[in-house]
T-cell receptor, first 114, second 113 residues
Framework: DSGVTQTPKHLITATGQRVTLRCSPR?????VYWYQQSLDQGLQFLIQ???????AKGNILERFSAQQFPDLHSELNLSSLELGDSALYFC?????????????FGEGSRLTVL | QQQVKQSPQSLIVQKGGISIINCAYE??????FPWYQQFPGKGPALLIA?????SEKKEGRFTISFNKSAKQFSLHIMDSQPGDSATYFC????????????FGTGTRLTIIP
């Protein structure tokens, strides 16, 4: 158990809809990262938050947004969903200060868009 | 775009054999090279990592070999076991100033009896 909690584990929705994925980082970790994992593209970095502020942005679509709340949990919002958004979405957290690069991943949220 | 190229996409190795997965990168600012292991239904977990000031790092049956001049690094799994069957991802990041990891596309390793 990595200590990172993601909900929901599975989500099935229709095109055009909006969903919210939730992540609780490990206790004490200030950084939260979101990654998208699809069959053909591996793990793609979406966005990183540190202590409530956006720190780095990757290949995140404009239809997607995220935020980190004062209690450090994070939400990834996906809107106007398309079939191609079907993927596993992982949240990871890291403890600042050690800069080891080690990320602790949750078990992911599997999104299926029909 | 920063990339890490990983091969092979899938690998079948007999129990007791050596599994070898290779990665190559282009960004010379990369300064930290971890390998992550992912089992079905689970998130990736750090397996072993190396900084470019050493050419090899060994932890148990797992070894990273690093060739800075060729911008390549590889994972060797000695005495491969069925429990090693998983997907392996290489990754890279700039150690200072850029904390996001760029992942390879993954290698699905299957160890057969």
């Amino acid at each position: 158990d990595s200590g990172v909690t993601q909900t929901p584990k599975h989500l099935i929705t229709a095109t055009g809809q909006r969903v919210t994925l939730r992540c609780s980082p490990r206790s004490g970790d200030l950084s939260v990262y979101w990654y998208q994992q699809s069959l053909d593209q591996g793990l793609q970095f979406l966005i990183q938050y540190y202590n409530g502020e956006e720190r780095a942005k990757g290949n995140i679509l404009e239809r997607f947004s995220a935020q980190q709340f004062p209690d450090l949990h994070s939400e990834l919002n996906l809107s106007s969903l398309e079939l191609g958004d079907s993927a596993l979405y992982f949240c990871a957290s890291r403890r600042e200060g050690r800069n080891t690069g080690e990320l602790f991943f949750g078990e992911g949220s599997r999104l299926t868009v029909l | 775009q920063q990339q890490v190229k990983q091969s092979p996409q899938s690998l079948i190795v007999q129990k007791g054999g050596i599994s070898i997965i290779n990665c190559a990168y282009e960004n010379t600012a990369f300064d930290y090279f971890p390998w992550y292991q992912q089992f079905p239904g689970k998130g990736p977990a750090l397996l072993i990592a190396i900084r470019p000031d050493v050419s090899e790092k060994k932890e148990g049956r797992f070894t990273i070999s690093f060739n800075k001049s060729a911008k390549q690094f590889s994972l060797h799994i000695m005495d491969s076991q069925p429990g090693d069957s998983a997907t392996y991802f290489c990754a890279a990041s700039e150690y200072f100033g850029n904390e996001k990891l760029t992942f390879g596309t993954g290698t699905r390793l299957t160890i057969i009896p």
